[in-house]
């Protein structure tokens, strides 16, 4: 779930990083000159270009952004009247990653204005001051912790406050850092979470090999942490809701995440070690809408989706098939389900929960507020009971 909005501190510094989204928005404080009594307008133009960097200042994400609009006033005899009028075909957003590539982002491209005039004491000496608001799309990248905005250049923003960040305000989305997999026959355990290169997976049989720096030459089992045994990156950009699970064998395993509004799986047969051919497979579309669930068939035929699609709470059953030598995933779309009663499926909150499937068996355990709900199923997740 999103956080509240909240200001960057003085050095640019965006509030609970590491997330997976992010959204801003920048305010100004323009003067807009009045050359008439009555009716008047005035074209208001804004540039600004900022950057995240992440905590060795490398750039995470660029941005340029230049934005019209057209102030109209009316003075009736020492009665004023004010209007921001957005020209979105005047607004112009250029984004890039550190690959070079856009991120995925949800929401207009040219974002959304928000505005606030009022008269002030500088009324009557042919000017006044526009409050605005430029709010971005939900972008989907990864933001590193410690990461900072600095503003490269601006044309409009906050002029009296210092620093020029001050303008700035964010909001993130954090979402599972970690996913988290354990084999029980030989004790390996998979970890996966978003880096700036994509999805590094990491796998070791001493748990406190995660938390420890490499061995040393000369390393004995009885002497420290265990070594990090495998790892490999699955380069995609954006993703989020990672959850790693393993469609029978116990060598194959399944990244399943969300991307854009889209979820999608990428899987391996080689214990997520990588390979000169690559570790994953190409990333595969498995249905729209928000992940909030997913959990695999026992023999690893089918994986089973809960998304909120349209307002609603929803399954999707993807069922895989062999396509030229090659274990696909076939796309579905989502179902609404409803209550063994035939009432509305209650709302969820907008993040991953645990779901688990036993034949026509699924458990659901989601976390609603400061408590944790369980609901069963019977057939394939389409009615559950609480």
């Not at 100004?28 to 270009?49: I, K, Q, S």
């Not at 029980?184 to 001493?206: F, K, N, Q, T, Y």
């Not at 990672?242 to 060598?251: D, I």
Request: charged share 15%; with cysteine; proline share 7%.
């Amino acid at each position: 779930m999103q956080t509240d909005w909240r200001h960057v501190n003085s050095q640019g510094v965006i509030a609970d990083t590491p997330a997976t989204r992010l959204q801003y928005r920048f305010t100004f404080h323009e003067e807009v000159p009045v050359l008439t009594p009555l009716l008047d307008g005035a074209l208001v133009r804004g540039y600004w270009h900022v950057q995240i960097l992440d905590s060795g200042d490398a750039v995470v994400f660029d941005q340029e952004v230049q934005v019209r609009g057209l102030v109209v006033t009316l003075n009736l005899w020492g009665v004023a009247f004010y209007v921001f009028l957005p020209d979105d075909s005047g607004t112009r957003v250029s984004t890039r990653l550190a690959d070079g590539t856009s991120p995925p982002f949800l929401g207009p491209e040219e974002g959304i204005w928000t505005d606030d005039t009022w008269e002030n004491d500088t009324w009557g000496q042919g000017t006044f001051y526009l409050w605005a608001t430029w709010t971005s799309p939900v972008y989907q990248f990864y933001v590193p912790g410690g990461a900072r905005f600095r503003i490269v250049k601006h044309t409009v923003g906050i002029v009296n406050l210092h620093p020029a960040v001050t303008c700035l305000e964010t909001r993130v989305e954090a979402g599972a850092a970690w996913a988290a997999l354990r084999s029980p026959e030989h004790g390996m355990v998979w970890l996966a979470r978003p880096v700036s290169e994509g999805i590094e997976v990491l796998a070791a049989v001493d748990l406190r090999a995660f938390a420890a720096p490499a061995p040393a030459p000369g390393w004995a089992p009885d002497s420290a942490p265990g070594p990090i045994v495998l790892r490999s990156i699955l380069p995609v950009a954006g993703a989020s809701r990672l959850a790693l699970v393993r469609l029978g064998c116990r060598t194959h395993l399944a990244l399943v995440y969300q991307q854009g509004a889209s979820v999608r799986i990428s899987h391996t047969w080689a214990n997520a070690q990588d390979t000169p051919t690559g570790a994953w497979t190409e990333p595969m579309t498995l249905t729209s809408g928000s992940l909030l669930g997913v959990a695999p068939a026992e023999d690893g035929s089918a994986l089973y989706l809960l998304v909120k699609a349209g307002g609603q709470v929803c399954r999707a059953v993807c069922p895989a098939e062999f396509q030229e030598g090659r274990k696909v995933f076939r796309e579905a779309e989502p179902e609404p389900v409803a209550m063994e009663d035939g009432s509305a499926f209650p709302p969820l909150a907008d993040q991953l929960h645990s779901l688990f499937v036993t034949g026509s068996r699924a458990v659901l355990v989601a976390s609603a507020g400061q408590t944790v709900q369980a609901y069963l199923s019977d057939d394939g997740l389409r009615t559950w009971r609480a």
